[in-house]
């Protein structure tokens, strides 16, 4: 064999090679265009789809995404089952997610009535064991502290205000919860470590999966990066926030229990709860409920009906159900029953684990006992 025939050969067996490798299965058994996909129906905004395309598809090693929360009070469902669904979506396409209780803020931010103490007993109602804040600073307060130090000096109050609230006294809060974020969010770099192993507090995240009213502060994290030359940026995946019970309530609230649909709440409250809804077509919390939460839970809703009003009929898809409720096809009064079925249907292990769990029972006294501050 000639000496370019040989060398032709090589070039072949590299471009099979290569492309076994590009085809090579992901763990998932879904295609990187899939994972993409999967992942991006998490989020009604993504900053920025081509870096996410671009992370799923060349990273080696496990994608990281990261959630941080006050633990406030008690828990409704979209935290509870929502936050489920989009977590278990992250996770069948190779996402490892990782959450944050956000202890200290919640004290910064009042909740609570700033009492550490009620703060962390909200986080055991949750029944999580997840990673507190306070608990991982005080591991390692050189690092974190020097890190809000830096955020601070970086950036003036006039910035952090436009990023975050106005409410805001002083630039200590935004400072340390983008430090934490910081610290969780910046893709690959590890903060203070100088590439050594990532710790506990050191998430490495990837992707920054929380929801829009967080868009800000998140945003604020991605300009931090640019401020100190950081080629890898977390990317935002913000999901849509769930509408409350009341009209024109943007967001459920903890602070108000008519507000929410709480994840121990009774079938009668539930039922009580949504019966009260409204009839409104456009921002409709009934649909929003059945578009983000029982319809990626079931697959499906049943509509049972007398056949004089129609007869039952089974909605596998959101634009066959929107669009029928729009013309006035599908009553509230016939949706209501059908969404309040499928919420109890989710809900009723949680409520048996709080009847049934000394400790979950005992815990839930006592938030249920607390007064909620917004």
Same mark, same amino acid.
């Given at each position: 064999?000639?000496?370019?025939?040989?060398?032709?050969?090589?070039?072949?067996?590299?471009v099979?090679?290569?492309?076994v490798?590009?085809?090579?299965?992901?763990?998932?058994?879904?295609?990187?265009?899939?994972?993409?996909?999967?992942?991006?129906?998490? $989020?009604?905004?993504?900053?920025?789809?081509?870096e996410?395309? %671009?992370?799923?598809a !060349?990273? =080696?090693? =496990?994608i990281?995404?990261?959630?941080?929360?006050?633990?406030?009070?008690?828990?409704?469902?979209?935290?509870?089952?929502?936050?489920?669904i989009?977590? &278990?979506?992250?996770?069948k396409?190779?996402?490892?997610?990782?959450f944050?209780?956000?202890?200290?803020f919640a004290?910064l931010?009042?909740?609570?009535?700033?009492?550490?103490k009620?703060?962390?007993?909200?986080?055991?109602?949750?029944?999580?064991?997840?990673?507190s804040?306070?608990?991982?600073?005080?591991?390692?307060?050189?690092?974190?502290w020097t890190l809000?130090?830096?955020?601070?000096?970086?950036n &003036?109050?006039?910035?952090?205000i436009?990023?975050?609230?106005?409410?805001?006294?002083?630039?200590?809060y935004?400072?340390?919860?983008?430090?934490?974020?910081?610290r969780?969010?910046l893709?690959?770099?590890?903060?203070?470590?100088d590439?050594?192993?990532?710790?506990?507090?050191?998430f490495?995240?990837?992707?920054?999966?929380?929801?829009?009213d967080?868009?800000?502060?998140?945003?604020?994290?991605r300009?931090y990066?640019?401020?100190?030359?950081?080629?890898?940026? =977390?990317?935002?995946?913000?999901?849509?926030?769930?509408?409350?019970l009341?009209?024109?309530?943007?967001?459920?609230?903890?602070?108000?229990?008519?507000?929410?649909?709480f994840?121990?709440?009774?079938?009668?409250e539930?039922?009580t709860?949504?019966?009260?809804?409204?009839?409104?077509?456009?921002?409709?919390?009934?649909?929003?409920?059945?578009?983000?939460?029982?319809?990626?839970?079931?697959?499906?809703?049943?509509?049972?009906?007398?056949?004089a009003?129609g $007869?039952? %009929?089974?909605?596998?898809?959101?634009?066959?159900?929107?669009?029928?409720?729009?013309?006035?096809?599908?009553?509230?009064?016939?949706?209501k029953?059908?969404?309040?079925?499928?919420?109890?249907?989710?809900?009723?292990?949680?409520?048996?684990?709080?009847? !049934?769990?000394?400790?979950?029972?005992?815990?839930? %006294?006592?938030?249920?006992?607390?007064?909620?501050?917004?």
């Open positions: 064999m000639s000496a370019a025939a040989a060398e032709q050969k090589d070039i072949v067996t590299a099979e090679e290569l492309v490798a590009e085809e090579k299965p992901h763990p998932s058994g879904l295609t990187v265009e899939e994972r993409y996909q999967l992942c991006r129906s998490v $989020g009604q905004e993504c900053i920025c789809e081509d996410l395309r %671009k992370l799923i !060349n990273k =080696p090693g =496990p990281i995404a990261y959630d941080g929360f006050e633990p406030s009070g008690r828990m409704h469902i979209a935290q509870g089952v929502m936050k489920c989009n977590v &278990n979506k992250l996770t396409a190779g996402v490892h997610f990782k944050w209780i956000a202890d200290w004290q931010n009042n909740k609570m009535g700033g009492d550490l009620k703060i962390q007993t909200v986080g055991r109602y949750m029944n999580v064991e997840f990673l804040s306070s608990e991982e600073i005080n591991k390692r307060p050189d690092e974190y809000v130090m830096d955020i601070a000096r970086k &003036n109050l006039k910035r952090i436009r990023q975050t609230s106005a409410s805001y006294a002083s630039a200590i935004p400072a340390s919860q983008l430090a934490s974020k910081a969780c969010q893709g690959s770099c590890q903060l203070g470590m590439q050594r192993k990532v710790d506990k507090l050191a490495n995240a990837d992707i920054c999966q929380l929801g829009m967080q868009r800000k502060v998140n945003m604020l994290a300009e990066c640019d401020d100190i030359k950081r080629k890898l940026k =977390p990317v935002i995946l913000s999901h849509r926030m769930m509408p409350g009341l009209e024109g309530q943007e967001k459920m609230s903890k602070s108000d229990p008519n507000s929410a649909i994840m121990e709440d009774t079938e009668a539930v039922k709860k949504i019966k009260k809804l409204l009839k409104i077509v456009e921002g409709n919390p009934c649909i929003e409920y059945v578009r983000y939460i029982t319809m990626p839970w079931f697959d499906k809703i049943e509509i049972t009906r007398p056949e009003n $007869g039952s %009929k089974i909605y596998e898809t959101m634009d066959e159900l929107e669009a029928d409720y729009a013309s006035g096809a599908l009553h509230p009064g016939d949706l029953p059908a969404l309040t079925a499928q919420l109890n249907l989710i809900l009723q292990p949680v409520r048996d684990h709080f009847n !049934n769990d000394a400790e979950a029972k005992d815990l839930l %006294k006592k938030v249920k006992s607390y007064k909620v501050t917004k």
